[in-house]
């Protein structure tokens, strides 16, 4: 690998938060973070943690989530299917997030930096979370809410 040629990268957590936090944010009206951290009764600065891909949901709050969504918890995990692909087209690698705290801890552990992120660059990773994977997932998240939203009323009728 050339010196300045990186790898995007982000972990299965953080599209997993991204598309969570894209189905709140669609609902009708949109949720917000606190009201849905009061739902699912957790502390917001927890939620907000899994928004960022930084913890994972049990299975018990993933389908509490479903319930409070009024989606499956398989077209949950279909949209992170969906979010995968499209990000894998743009040239991001989607990694375990074990794998990502494990570079990061041997990036630093070797010298390479003082904090996690910087670690994974000097290692020639460029992480993509936040704002920056919100933007990349959101559209494509959209589009299969919008869909699975339409055969739902279908079904209704």
Do not use: C, H
Not at 54 to 71: D, G, H, N, P, V
Not at 85 to 101: C, E, H, N, P, Q
Not at 119 to 140: E, H, N, R, W, Y
């Amino acid at each position: 690998m050339m010196m300045n040629e990186f790898k995007n990268i982000t972990t299965d957590l953080a599209v997993l938060g991204a598309v969570i936090a894209k189905i709140r944010e669609v609902q009708v009206p949109p949720m917000q973070k606190m009201k849905l951290a009061e739902l699912m009764e957790i502390s917001p600065s927890a939620w907000s943690r899994v928004e960022k891909g930084e913890t994972s949901l049990t299975a018990t709050q993933l389908r509490a989530l479903s319930k409070i969504f009024s989606i499956s918890s398989d077209e949950i995990f279909k949209l992170v299917d969906e979010a995968e692909v499209g990000l894998r087209k743009k040239g991001v690698d989607i990694k375990s997030s074990d794998f990502v705290k494990q570079a990061a801890k041997s990036a630093t552990t070797n010298g390479l930096s003082g904090t996690a992120l910087a670690g994974l660059t000097a290692s020639g990773m460029m992480p993509i979370f936040g704002t920056l994977l919100f933007g990349v997932v959101g559209g494509i998240v959209a589009t299969g809410i919008v869909g699975y939203q339409k055969l739902k009323e279908q079904e209704k009728k």
